[in-house]
C-alpha cells in the first residue's frame, strides 16, 4: 500500500524505488502482486509513466487512510514506550495501610507523575 500510495504521489516506478531504496524491479512485482490480490486493473501503462485507473485511485485514496491510521498508532504507541504502567498489591495488617502502603503510593505517585488511585489518600491512608 505504501508502494501505491508513493506511485500516486511520485508518478514514475523509478522514483518509487530510489524513495523506497529498493530496485524498479522490485517495485514493479510488489505492485503486480498487489493488483493480482485485489483483482481489479489497478494500473494502465503511458509511456514510461505507471498511472492509476479508476479502480487504483479508489484504493490509493483508502490506503491514504489506513497508512494515516497506522502512522497515529505506531505515535500513540511510542508515547507509552516510556511510561511504567500496572498494578501494584500490598498486603498488610490494618496498620500497614496507613503507615506503609498509602506514603508508597503516594511517593510513586510523586515520582512518576500519576495521579493517586481512588480510594487512596496521600496523609490518611484509605478513604
Known sequence: ?????????????????????????????QLRVLEQETG???FRRDGRTLGLTRS???????????????????????ATRDQLSGQIAVASYNLGIPAFAAPLV????????????????PATGLR
Open 106 to 121: 503516594h511517593r510513586l505517585s510523586a515520582v512518576y507523575g500519576r495521579a493517586l488511585p481512588a480510594g487512596v489518600a
Open 40 to 42: 481489479a486493473i489497478l
Open 56 to 78: 487504483g485511485r479508489v484504493l490509493v485514496e483508502h490506503a491514504r487512510v489506513v497508512l494515516a491510521a497506522v502512522d497515529d498508532a505506531m505515535s500513540a504507541l511510542a
Open 1 to 29: 500500500m505504501m508502494l501505491l500510495r508513493d506511485l500516486d504521489d511520485l508518478g514514475t516506478v523509478a522514483a518509487v524505488a530510489e524513495r523506497r531504496n529498493i530496485t524498479s524491479s522490485a517495485v514493479s512485482q
